[in-house]
């Protein structure tokens, strides 16, 4: 039973088009974040939730919407695809507010913008 | 801002050599320091953590201690194996607990 689990795994689009991808955990934990790492690695938060309640909303083209239906479940949905939104999105999530426990991350979404 | 600094890869090491990832942070306030570790193709996994100065986290073999004098969390396993062959990421969660800032990654390879 996976702990953070996200979907799709790889997505390929056209430039313009609308998509989204899905997180779920199943850990009881309040917080969840979504992360974009580059292809050079590097990892930027985008955005986190404690509870259903935006806390972190880095600066991040509002193409880029996230949508927190429960504590358990945070989506991403992004508009008008451009090629520099292709990389790879994790979600993770948290016990709590702090990350002191560290991060339980979902195993990706490579998007691919074409 | 806080901000953390890890030294560029890739570094290459022979089975059972000594591994040591320098990893140095800038930030206000007493943050949490945490080692990750990215596998081929898969999210990142927590390796280690440390919550104040002077702890020392440790897991599988690999240890970091929290140098607060320093402003280091530099990540150590005595005899590396193939199968540590991965990326590292070391990070720090600030005092307010809501975010955390990863460094660049540290690729490491592992010959047999």
């Known amino acids: 039973d996976t702990a953070v689990s996200q979907t799709p795994k790889y997505l390929v689009t056209q430039m313009g088009n609308d998509k989204s991808i899905k997180c779920e955990q199943n850990l009881g934990h309040d917080t969840m974040y979504w992360y974009k790492q580059d292809s050079k690695k590097f990892l930027k938060i985008m955005f986190s939730?404690?509870?259903?309640?935006?806390?972190i909303n880095e600066t991040v083209p509002n193409r880029f919407s996230p949508k927190s239906p429960d504590k358990a479940h945070l989506n991403l949905h992004i508009n008008s695809l451009e090629l520099g939104d292709s990389a790879v999105y994790f979600c993770?999530?948290?016990?709590?507010?702090?990350?002191?426990?560290?991060?339980?991350f979902g195993s990706g979404t490579r998007l691919t913008v074409v | 801002g806080d901000s953390v600094t890890q030294m560029e890869g890739p570094v290459t090491l022979s089975e059972e050599a000594f591994l040591t990832i320098n990893c140095t942070y800038t930030?206000?306030?007493?943050?949490?320091l945490f080692w990750y570790v990215q596998y081929p193709g898969e999210g990142l996994q927590l390796l280690l953590k440390?919550?104040?100065?002077?702890d020392k986290g440790s897991n599988k073999g690999f240890e970091a201690t929290y140098r607060k004098e320093t402003t280091s969390f530099h990540l150590e396993k005595g005899s590396v194996q193939v199968s540590d062959s991965a990326v590292y990421f070391c990070?720090?969660?600030?005092?307010?607990?809501?975010?955390?800032?990863f460094g660049a990654g540290t690729r490491l390879f592992v010959k047999a």
């Open positions: 930030a206000t306030g007493y943050p949490s």
């Open positions: 993770a999530s948290s016990p709590r507010g702090t990350g002191d426990y560290g991060y339980t």
């Open positions: 990070a720090l969660t600030d005092t307010g607990g809501f975010k955390t800032i």
């Open positions: 440390a919550t104040k100065a002077d």
């Open positions: 939730y404690n509870n259903k309640e935006l806390i």
